[in-house]
C-alpha cells in the first residue's frame, strides 16, 4: 500500500502532521509513506520514518507566477505524483495548489467547511469533516484515519523520528525566542531575566537562531546573561538532533517549540498572541505546558516556577 501525505509547510505545522506516522504504522503496518514538502523544510523529513520525501517549491512558485518555469515545474511535480500510482492521497495542507495536486487521484482531504481555502475541496475524490476547533494535531490524525478506516485516541500522541538521541545534558536547556510573527514574540528583557533565574541553579542556556533579526535578538540577551550559549547556524535536522539532547525547552509559538516536543523533550510554550488550545504543545509521553493568552503574558518567575515543577 503505498500513501501520499502532502502537508508542505510550515515547520510547526509540518511537527505537527508527524503524529500521524506512529497511527498509520499501528494500523496499517505494511503502508509505504511517501511525503510532499517544500523544499525549505525538506532536510527535516530526513528525520521521519518515511520511505520517500518529493519536494515542492510552491513558495518560489507563487513569487515567479508569470514565469514559464514556474508553470512547467508545478505539472512536472503533477505528473511525477500522477506516476506513483498511489492507494491514498491525503492532503493536510488544504490549500488550492496542494488539492490541485490530488485531482483526478483516489485523493482525502478536509470538506468546505473545514479548511480555510474550501475551493481547495473541489479537487478531492473524498472530502471529510473535521471539526476546526480542536487541536491541530488531532485535525491532521482524524483525516488521515477517516480516510484510512481506523480509529484513534486523541489523548495518546505519539510523535516519530529515525535517529537516536545522543546523550541529555541534565544542566541544559534551549530556549526558543524567535519567530517570524512579532505578535507571537515574548519581550527580551523577560528571556534575560529568565536566564538569570536560571543562572543561579548552574543551568546551561542555548540559543538557537534562523535568521539574521533573530540572531541579533539571541546576541542580545548573550550579551546581557553569563550563562547562554549561541548555537552555530544549523540545517533544521542538525537542530533537531541538538535540541533532542538538551533537558528542557522553552520556547514561543513557533516551529522549533513544537519540535522540540515532539522529540519527547519536556516543554514550555509561552502564547501572548495564537490559541493554545489550536496550536498548543502538546505530547502524551513528556511534559508539555503551555502558559499565557492574547491577555495574559506569563512573566519569568511564572515560567520558572513551572519548569520546577515539570522538570
Known amino acids: 500500500m503505498k500513501v501520499l501525505i502532502i502537508k508542505t509547510s510550515s515547520l510547526g505545522d509540518i511537527i505537527h502532521a508527524n503524529s500521524i506516522i506512529s497511527d498509520l504504522r499501528r494500523n496499517h503496518a505494511d503502508a509505504e509513506i511517501h511525503w510532499l514538502v517544500e523544499e525549505s523544510f525538506s532536510s527535516l523529513l530526513n528525520l521521519f520514518p518515511i520511505q520517500k520525501?518529493?519536494?515542492?517549491?510552491?513558495r518560489s512558485w507563487?513569487?515567479?507566477?508569470?514565469?514559464?518555469?514556474?508553470?512547467?515545474?508545478?505539472?512536472q511535480l503533477k505528473h511525477l505524483i500522477n506516476k506513483e500510482n498511489y492507494d491514498f492521497v491525503i492532503d493536510l495542507q488544504g490549500l488550492i495548489r496542494t488539492g490541485i495536486m490530488c485531482?483526478?487521484?483516489?485523493?482525502?482531504?478536509f470538506n468546505k467547511n473545514s479548511i480555510k481555502e474550501s475551493f481547495a475541496s473541489y479537487f478531492y475524490k473524498n472530502t471529510i469533516g473535521v471539526e476546526k476547533k480542536i487541536h491541530a494535531i488531532n485535525r491532521n490524525r482524524l483525516l488521515v484515519a477517516k480516510s484510512m478506516n481506523y480509529e484513534i485516541d486523541?489523548?495518546?500522541?505519539?510523535?516519530?523520528?529515525?535517529?537516536?538521541k545522543d546523550q541529555t545534558d541534565p544542566n541544559s536547556i534551549v530556549f526558543i525566542s524567535g519567530t517570524s510573527n512579532d505578535q507571537k514574540k515574548w519581550p527580551l528583557e523577560y528571556w534575560i531575566k529568565l536566564a538569570g533565574l536560571f543562572e543561579r541553579n548552574n543551568y546551561k542556556?542555548?540559543?538557537?537562531?534562523?535568521?539574521?533579526?533573530?540572531?541579533?535578538?539571541?546576541?542580545?540577551?548573550?550579551?546581557?546573561?553569563t550563562n547562554c550559549e549561541i548555537l552555530e547556524k544549523m540545517n533544521i535536522d542538525q537542530l533537531a538532533k541538538k535540541?533532542?539532547?538538551?533537558?528542557?525547552?522553552?520556547?514561543?509559538?513557533?516551529?522549533?517549540t513544537h519540535l522540540a516536543s515532539s522529540l519527547d523533550i519536556p516543554t514550555i510554550g509561552i502564547y501572548t498572541f495564537s490559541n493554545p488550545d489550536l496550536t498548543g504543545v502538546k505530547n502524551t509521553k513528556t511534559p508539555a505546558f503551555n502558559m499565557g493568552s492574547l491577555s495574559n503574558?506569563?512573566?519569568?518567575?511564572?515560567?520558572?516556577i513551572k519548569f520546577n515543577d515539570l522538570a
Not at 53 to 58: A, G, Y
Not at 243 to 256: K, M, P, Q, W
Not at 297 to 304: D, G, Y
Open 53 to 58: 520525501t518529493i519536494v515542492s517549491k510552491f
Open 62 to 75: 507563487k513569487k515567479n507566477l508569470f514565469k514559464k518555469n514556474s508553470y512547467s515545474e508545478f505539472f
Open 103 to 109: 485531482r483526478s487521484l483516489n485523493s482525502f482531504g
Open 154 to 164: 486523541q489523548n495518546n500522541i505519539s510523535f516519530s523520528y529515525n535517529f537516536k
Open 205 to 225: 542556556i542555548f540559543l538557537p537562531w534562523g535568521s539574521v533579526k533573530e540572531y541579533e535578538e539571541c546576541l542580545t540577551i548573550y550579551d546581557q546573561t
Open 243 to 256: 535540541i533532542a539532547s538538551t533537558r528542557f525547552a522553552i520556547g514561543v509559538d513557533t516551529g522549533l
Open 297 to 304: 503574558i506569563p512573566l519569568p518567575e511564572e515560567i520558572f
